[in-house]
């Protein structure tokens, strides 16, 4: 199912966009890190039955992506990044929400998901969208960073995503 909007398309990613969304986690979410999701990895949640791999397309490549994986009651957002040149549009909550919908769908009303500590951007940007702190896991990130553990409840009334 692809989603059109004014300058880019939401489609599920095919194993020939792995490199492009390693890149940009390389770039955007693991930067300082050693690189934990190569497009190997990326090409195996493509794969899985249990994950989902979005991206957002315009003409000349990959400008933001979201990997998602179900779990039966819960699911876990891995990843989410936008290109630098294309935040602060709305595409981030765009992802997001697509996502949440689709865990609706599927009967999964509880998202999970860690930033890096650092990271006050991300962390506003859930916030935002009604997710909550629920803890912190000291260097979670290599051993160099501490981590935000954050949730939503979806069944919650007044916290569901707005379907796309």
């Known amino acids: 199912m692809a989603v ?7 489609e599920l990613a095919r194993p ?6 390693a890149a940009m986690s390389a770039r ?14 990326i090409c195996r949640h493509i794969h899985s039955e249990e994950s989902v791999v979005l991206i957002a397309r315009r003409p000349g490549g990959v400008i933001g992506f979201a990997i998602m994986q179900f779990g ?9 990044a936008v290109d630098s040149h294309s935040q602060r549009r709305g ?5 997001l929400a697509w ?3 689709s865990a609706v769908v599927a009967g999964t009303f509880l998202i999970q998901l860690e930033l890096r500590a650092s990271n006050a951007a991300a ?4 916030l935002k969208r009604g997710y909550r702190e629920c803890g912190r896991v000291p260097g979670y990130y290599q051993r160099l960073e501490d981590a935000i553990r954050m949730t939503r409840d979806l069944s919650v009334p007044g916290s569901r ?4």
């Open 16 to 21: 020939a966009d792995a490199p492009a969304i």
């Open 28 to 41: 955007l979410i693991e930067a300082g890190l050693a690189p934990s999701w190569p497009a190997e990895r």
């Open 161 to 164: 995503a707005s379907s796309l």
């Open 99 to 101: 996502l949440e919908a």
């Open 4 to 10: 059109d909007t004014v300058d880019h398309r939401l």
């Open 123 to 126: 962390h506003a940007f859930y």
């Open 72 to 80: 039966d009651s819960t699911a876990h957002l891995n990843l989410l």
């Open 91 to 95: 595409l981030g909550g765009t992802l």
